[in-house]
């Protein structure tokens, strides 16, 4: 069974930074493309990045661009997505997922229906 597990969030002043984690266990995620999305209180759930299995091709929402970097270690026995936030502003506050395509060689989405599981959120707080 998939598990993914976020940690990293907290709170930070705005212009600040945090790098987010999502660790992957129960098979290997080297194939699958991962993504992060965030949904803030009152709003649905939106797309924030996404990476394809071999991580040369990444994909960002445009309220993100220049400002956050999402990457991915693979090795032998573990898989690690990352998310980089810099220049962070209190719309970026947050609760933040990542979530696995669980297709092989799978392409970067922005389509929260393309991505089979989903970890359970760390909280990412901006204060202005």
């Known amino acids: 069974q998939d598990q993914l597990v976020e940690s990293g969030g907290g709170l930070v002043q705005a212009g600040g930074s945090l790098r987010l984690s999502c660790a992957a266990s129960?098979?290997?995620?080297?194939?699958?493309?991962m993504g992060w999305f965030r949904q803030a209180p009152g709003k649905e759930r939106e797309f924030v990045a996404a990476?394809?299995?071999?991580?040369?091709?990444?994909?960002?929402t445009d309220s993100v661009k220049g400002r956050f970097t999402i990457s991915r270690h693979d090795a032998k026995n573990t898989n690690t997505l990352y998310l980089q936030m810099n220049s962070l502003k209190p719309e970026d506050t947050a609760i933040y997922y990542c979530?696995?395509?669980?297709?092989?060689?799978?392409?970067?989405?922005?389509?929260?229906?393309?991505?089979?599981?989903w970890g359970q959120g760390t909280q990412v707080t901006v204060s202005s």
């Open positions: 990476i394809n299995w071999s991580g040369d091709s990444t994909y960002y």
């Open positions: 979530a696995t395509t669980g297709v092989e060689f799978g392409s970067a989405s922005q389509r929260q229906s393309e991505y089979s599981s």
């Open positions: 129960g098979r290997s995620f080297s194939r699958d493309a």
